[in-house]
């Protein structure tokens, strides 16, 4: 790994997520000292140069042509770089050549996929391979699910901290948000769902909140599919359409590292709307939105919102975690910028900076498995993620 030629190539750079990707490598790093070695990858040279010279970056960038049908020149590529990081979905149309070449040549590998029957099936498929080559194969490294697994994880160890044992519940409540899912999201539910049609045993494993942890099957969870009134936050909670993949990787985090959060560890997400009879309303029109979250007009992959958009778009996230005795511990995580495109561009850029630096052996992982802590302080200092314990 040390002789490759580069330390990161963001392959779909041509593509709306790509290309912001990009530009967190260029605003970020620039020419500085701790910058990596990096390049654009995508089917197109002429586009890649486009693209290049909008965003801004040095005319010495190196551009990889690259091609999803194109399994050979995707090895070529893999071969290049300690760190490939893919915007190209849905995953499980486009992704299966990619992450066979990384674990086949030992080449780190992270995505924004959120589509849990296509992981299990990389799971099964490469994990053991991937452990033998090196490859860290890290799925989910964008909104889905990154403040989730994270928030998790650090509320656990100030739960360790203050209590001495973790919390066996917890809440994931998302308390506000502005933004949008992006084409790419909703290209992949779309995938999803045809998948669904055509097999029913991607049904069972969108139904199984262990459906990412092979040979261990938890408590029973609960469904988070209800709305809610919580009466500690005081709040009417209503389903979020995350939740089915995000829950998955908190699941899949706790069970790579032995089981920090028990064995006997239940968690949902919902989120919060308002007290009194409004909030009840709003929660339960939630529950149809989250059966159709893109309406009749879904955007479309490669389309996406201005930069003032993006700019304005924030989140916040409440984790509560719950003992037995009725003792409690809230964490908050905050993210600025639009959640499916200007923060998780962000985050995924950091999470190819994070797989540079961690040691963690290879595997088909989460962001919260193979880098934990490492990335959390990589997102408070390149990212404007916040990360903090709550009264």
Not at 166 to 182: H, I
Request: charged share 25%; proline share 7%; net charge negative.
């Amino acid at each position: 790994m040390a002789d490759r030629e580069f330390d990161i190539i963001v392959y779909g750079a041509t593509g709306y997520t790509g290309r912001l990707v990009a530009e967190h490598f260029v605003r970020e790093y620039g020419d500085s000292d701790g910058a990596p070695k990096w390049a654009m990858a995508g089917r197109s040279e002429d586009k890649l140069t486009a693209v290049r010279d909008e965003i801004g970056a040095p005319a010495t960038t190196p551009m990889i042509v690259a091609d999803a049908s194109d399994p050979a020149s995707l090895e070529a590529m893999c071969k290049r770089t300690k760190v490939v990081l893919t915007t190209v979905g849905p995953y499980q149309l486009y992704g299966d050549a990619l992450v066979e070449a990384c674990v086949k040549t030992g080449t780190d590998y992270a995505d924004l996929c959120g589509e849990p029957a296509w992981m299990a099936e990389q799971i099964a498929k490469h994990h053991d391979a991937a452990k033998a080559s090196g490859a860290r194969i890290c799925f989910s490294s964008g909104f889905d699910s990154i403040p989730f697994d994270l928030g998790v994880l650090m509320l656990q160890k100030e739960a360790k901290a203050a209590h001495g044992a973790p919390a066996p519940r917890v809440k994931g409540r998302v308390r506000a948000m502005q933004g949008t899912f992006s084409g790419g999201t909703a290209a992949s539910l779309g995938a999803t769902m045809k998948a669904a049609m055509k097999n029913p045993k991607v049904i069972s494993v969108l139904r199984d909140p262990f459906a990412l942890t092979p040979g261990f099957d938890g408590p029973d969870q609960p469904s988070g599919m209800v709305p809610r009134y919580e009466d500690e936050i005081g709040k009417w909670a209503a389903p979020f359409v995350m939740a089915p993949i995000n829950t998955k990787n908190v699941h899949r985090t706790n069970f790579l590292r032995g089981h920090p959060y028990g064995e006997d560890f239940r968690y949902d997400e919902m989120v919060l709307t308002s007290p009194g009879d409004a909030g009840k309303a709003a929660a339960n029109a939630m529950v149809e939105l989250a059966k159709n979250p893109f309406g009749a007009k879904p955007p479309k992959p490669g389309e996406g919102p201005s930069a003032e958009e993006r700019e304005n778009g924030f989140y916040d996230v409440l984790f509560v975690g719950e003992y037995p005795d009725g003792k409690r511990i809230k964490y908050g995580v905050k993210g600025k910028y639009d959640p499916g495109y200007g923060s998780t561009s962000r985050m995924l850029g950091e999470t190819g900076m994070a797989l540079l630096e961690s040691k963690a052996e290879g595997g088909v992982g989460t962001p919260g498995s193979f880098l934990g802590e490492d990335l959390v302080e990589r997102l408070r200092e390149h990212a404007a993620l916040t990360f903090s314990l709550e009264e």
